[in-house]
């Protein structure tokens, strides 16, 4: 069956960088939109960046400029690059995929373990 299985969270100080990955496992046929959310303590989960399988993305107001998500649809990989790291950026971020599994005619939506991102001031 189809697994999303994330890596690269931790610990980092403010004005740093961090890097997460995101591959799907299985027998997929294709991949279509891949996106990263975030959730803190207490809040809703949302929506951080977005792309599509043609590379049109789509970013949360506030880390436009600062993050980039990158795909490889040969690999079924979902890169996010955050550069300026804010203590606001503290959350748990999962990453999502709309997958389509081998003999089957539509997708369905993955969603990733998530993985813990912490900025220190």
């Known amino acids: 069956q189809v697994q999303l299985v994330e890596s690269g969270g931790g610990r980092v100080q403010a004005g740093g960088s961090l890097d997460l990955s995101c591959v799907a496992n299985g027998s997929i046929l294709r991949v279509y939109t891949m996106g990263w959310y975030r959730q803190a303590p207490g809040q809703q989960r949302e929506l951080v960046a977005q792309?599509?399988?043609?590379?049109?993305?789509n970013y949360q107001e506030t880390v436009e400029g600062r993050f980039t998500i990158s795909r490889d649809n040969v690999l079924n990989i979902v890169y996010l690059r955050m550069n300026s790291l804010k203590p606001e950026d503290t959350a748990v971020y999962y990453c999502?995929?709309?997958?389509?599994?081998?003999?089957?005619?539509?997708?369905?939506?993955?969603w990733g373990q998530g993985t813990q991102v912490t900025v220190s001031s």
């Open positions: 792309i599509t399988r043609g590379a049109v993305t």
């Open positions: 999502n995929m709309d997958v389509q599994a081998s003999g089957r005619e539509t997708y369905q939506t993955y």
